[in-house]
């Protein structure tokens, strides 16, 4: 395996982790791309949160975030107070939160990756999640009459 800088990432949408999680036969080639181009895949809160309700995909989603490089990635606020922090300048700043691989190394690391999808405060968090998207589809549509079509 060469060596990762987990500088680089790739973000997929949530539909598509589970589809890779649902089909192992993609993970190779995955795999081989992100190693060709330093490329380190990427999880967000966001996902996390979306993925909790997926309960039959965790497994399969430890067993690929481990499978390769990976990582969690800095939530928005902690990306937002950075850009903040550096203006005037060019926010220079990583978006590596934790290599999901380190967890390789350290006692009950793999439960604690079944845990990071499953845990019970995330419940919560995922109701607040699916309320604040459904609010946002409201405010879509007050505010569509406000443009045009052209």
């Known amino acids: 395996m ?3 800088t987990f500088s680089r990432f ?6 598509i982790l589970s589809h890779l999680a649902k089909n192992r036969h993609l993970w190779k080639g995955l795999y081989d791309f992100l190693e060709e181009n330093d490329l380190t895949l990427g999880i967000s809160n966001a996902q996390r949160l ?6 039959k995909l965790h497994q399969n989603l430890v067993e690929l975030f481990i499978s390769g490089p990976s990582a969690v990635l800095k939530t928005w606020d902690m990306i937002l107070a950075e850009e903040v922090r550096a203006h005037p300048q060019r926010r220079a700043d990583t978006l590596l939160l934790y290599p999901i691989n380190a967890l ?3 006692s009950r690391g793999l439960k604690k990756l079944e845990d990071f999808f499953s845990a019970r405060s995330l419940n919560k968090e995922r109701r607040g999640q699916l309320w604040h998207a459904q609010q946002m589809a409201e405010r879509h549509a007050e505010l569509k009459s406000n443009f045009q079509p052209s």
């Open 50 to 55: 979306e993925l909790s309700d997926a309960n």
């Open 2 to 4: 060469s060596k990762y």
């Open 104 to 106: 390789l190394l350290q």
């Open 10 to 15: 790739v973000y997929f949408d949530t539909n």
